[in-house]
C-alpha cells in the first residue's frame, strides 16, 4: 500500500520559516518523481516544486529562491524547506508521487497530475 504522510505545517508570522516532510512507503522512492502542491481556498491547486528521481528540481510562481525542496533516499522522505513566508503562501500543502503518462492538472489538489498524494498539511501565515 502506497502512503504519503505530511508533516510541519502550522502558523508563522511573515518572514517566517517552516519545513515540511513528506514520508513515503509503499513504491521505489529513489525512482519516483515527487512534487509539492498547494490549494488556497478560492484558489486553484498549484504546484509549487518537483523534483525528478535524478535529482533536477523545479520551481514555479514565486517561490524561487524561497523555497526548497530536497529528498532523502534512506528516508524515503521528501522535505520543502519555506523561507520569507508571506501571507499568500497561506494553502494546504500536499505531497505527491509519481507522474502518470497523460497526467494532467485540476482545480482541486489531488489531481491526476500525480499518482499518489499525501493528505495535505496546512500552512497559515499572519501578517
Known amino acids: 500500500e502506497v502512503q504519503l504522510v505530511e508533516s510541519g505545517g502550522g502558523s508563522v508570522r511573515a518572514g517566517g520559516s517552516l519545513k515540511l516532510s513528506c514520508t513515503t512507503s509503499g513504491f521505489t522512492f529513489d525512482a519516483t518523481d515527487m512534487a509539492w502542491f498547494r490549494q488556497a481556498p478560492s484558489n486553484e491547486c498549484e504546484m509549487v516544486t518537483k523534483t525528478f528521481s535524478d535529482g533536477e528540481t523545479f520551481y514555479f510562481g514565486d517561490v524561487k529562491g524561497r523555497f526548497t525542496i530536497s529528498r532523502d533516499n534512506a528516508k524515503n522522505t521528501i522535505y520543502l524547506q519555506m523561507n520569507n513566508l508571506q501571507p499568500h503562501d497561506t494553502a494546504v500543502y500536499y505531497c505527491?508521487?509519481?507522474?502518470?503518462?497523460?497526467?494532467?492538472?485540476?482545480?482541486?489538489?489531488?489531481?491526476?497530475?500525480?499518482?499518489?498524494w499525501g493528505q495535505g498539511t496546512q500552512v497559515t501565515v499572519s501578517s
Open positions: 505527491a508521487a509519481d507522474r502518470p503518462e497523460g497526467g494532467f492538472h485540476t482545480w482541486t489538489c489531488p489531481s491526476p497530475a500525480y499518482k499518489y
